[in-house]
Structures are given as structure tokens and as C-alpha cells.
């Protein structure tokens, strides 16, 4: 009878948990006494049990936009920040009436995105979304009206370099 050396049956037990899928975990929401919220694991906590689902995923790769006789003309972002030639909010468009309160927001810089470098976005005014090295965004539950949508290109040092032109976007109630 052979022997397996025990390293080797621990190495193929741990590759076995590692490739199974991890189960759902639980989360819990908790209001305190002050009405402050907070999500927990801990069923203890006294939360009630909430189903948390996954987010959808916006990818950050696009096709070339077509030309297109009938595509509005977008007013010119001003001059970036070197090295982008572009930078701008790509979708939704300018002026897009949206019948959902959940969208991407894309963003158009090229060359890509540097590095060092991070954007965040900002709806009426106010971060909506903290500074990531990302050129796609999610916005969820946006009240019904309209809103003004717009990014900011940070450098290494978190400062703002530059802004895409705004966008309005109106969500319908």
C-alpha cells in the first residue's frame, strides 16, 4: 500500500475549498437607539436579516463610438489635464431622461487612464462617488428630477487636475 506524504493530501484539500463556490453570507441590518444603521454578520446583533444581491457589472472596455449623422455634437471639454486628450463623460448623455433611478456612468479619457491617477464623480455638486482608478461608475437610487453629473480627474497627490463638462440627467418618477 502507498502512502501519500501528508502535505500533499492538505495541498489538494485546500485547492478543493478554494475552487468551491463560498456560500452567501448573511448580513444583518441594525437601527440603534440614536437611528443610526449599520450592517453586521453577527445574527446576535439583534438585526433584522437582509438579502444582500449582487451588482450588476459595468465594464470599463468600450467600442469606438460610431459616427452617426444624427449624433449630437458635444460641446468641447476644454483642454485636459496632460497626457489626456479626452476626458468626459461618455453615458449617459447629456440630457437623458432616465425611467430607472440605477445607471452606468462612463467615462471617455484616453490615452487610458494613467496609474497614478484616480477619478471620482460628483451629482449635483456633491462626491457621489469616492476617487477610484476606474473609468465606470454606478449610480443607484437617484430621486426622481433632474441632476447634474459630473468627474473630476485627480493626480497622484489627490488634487483635481480636471472636470468633464456637466451632464444632466432627469429621472422620471
Same mark, same amino acid.
Request: hydrophobic share 40%.
Given at each position: 500500500?502507498?502512502?501519500?506524504? =501528508?502535505?500533499?493530501?492538505? =495541498? @489538494? #484539500?485546500?485547492?478543493?475549498?478554494? $475552487?468551491?463556490?463560498?456560500?452567501?453570507?448573511?448580513?444583518?441590518?441594525?437601527?440603534? +437607539?440614536?437611528? *443610526?444603521?449599520? @450592517?453586521?454578520?453577527?445574527?446576535?446583533?439583534?438585526?433584522?436579516?437582509?438579502?444582500?444581491?449582487?451588482?450588476?457589472?459595468?465594464?470599463? %472596455?468600450?467600442? =469606438?463610438?460610431? =459616427?452617426?449623422?444624427?449624433?449630437?455634437?458635444?460641446?468641447?471639454?476644454?483642454?485636459? @489635464?496632460?497626457?489626456? &486628450?479626452? @476626458?468626459?463623460?461618455?453615458?449617459? *448623455?447629456?440630457?437623458? *431622461?432616465l425611467?430607472?433611478?440605477?445607471? $452606468?456612468?462612463?467615462?471617455?479619457?484616453?490615452?487610458?487612464?494613467?496609474?497614478?491617477h484616480?477619478?471620482?464623480?460628483?451629482?449635483?455638486?456633491?462626491?457621489?462617488?469616492?476617487? #477610484? !482608478?476606474?473609468? $465606470?461608475?454606478?449610480?443607484?437610487?437617484?430621486?426622481?428630477?433632474? !441632476?447634474?453629473?459630473?468627474? +473630476? #480627474?485627480? &493626480? %497622484?497627490?489627490?488634487h483635481? *487636475?480636471?472636470?468633464?463638462?456637466?451632464? !444632466?440627467?432627469?429621472?422620471?418618477?
Amino acid at each position: 500500500m502507498r502512502h501519500i506524504p =501528508a502535505i500533499k493530501v492538505v =495541498a @489538494f #484539500l485546500l485547492g478543493v475549498l478554494l $475552487a468551491a463556490p463560498l456560500p452567501a453570507q448573511t448580513v444583518y441590518r441594525v437601527v440603534d +437607539e440614536q437611528g *443610526r444603521v449599520t @450592517f453586521t454578520d453577527n445574527p446576535a446583533s439583534g438585526g433584522d436579516e437582509v438579502e444582500v444581491t449582487p451588482l450588476p457589472s459595468v465594464s470599463s %472596455s468600450r467600442a =469606438a463610438p460610431k =459616427a452617426s449623422a444624427q449624433a449630437p455634437q458635444r460641446r468641447a471639454p476644454g483642454r485636459p @489635464f496632460m497626457p489626456y &486628450d479626452r @476626458f468626459m463623460i461618455e453615458t449617459p *448623455r447629456d440630457n437623458t *431622461r432616465l425611467a430607472n433611478p440605477t445607471t $452606468a456612468v462612463e467615462l471617455s479619457v484616453s490615452p487610458r487612464l494613467r496609474d497614478d491617477h484616480q477619478v471620482r464623480l460628483r451629482v449635483n455638486g456633491e462626491i457621489s462617488q469616492s476617487a #477610484l !482608478h476606474s473609468e $465606470a461608475f454606478w449610480l443607484a437610487n437617484l430621486p426622481a428630477g433632474t !441632476h447634474q453629473l459630473q468627474a +473630476e #480627474l485627480l &493626480d %497622484s497627490q489627490g488634487h483635481v *487636475r480636471h472636470q468633464t463638462p456637466p451632464v !444632466h440627467i432627469t429621472v422620471a418618477p
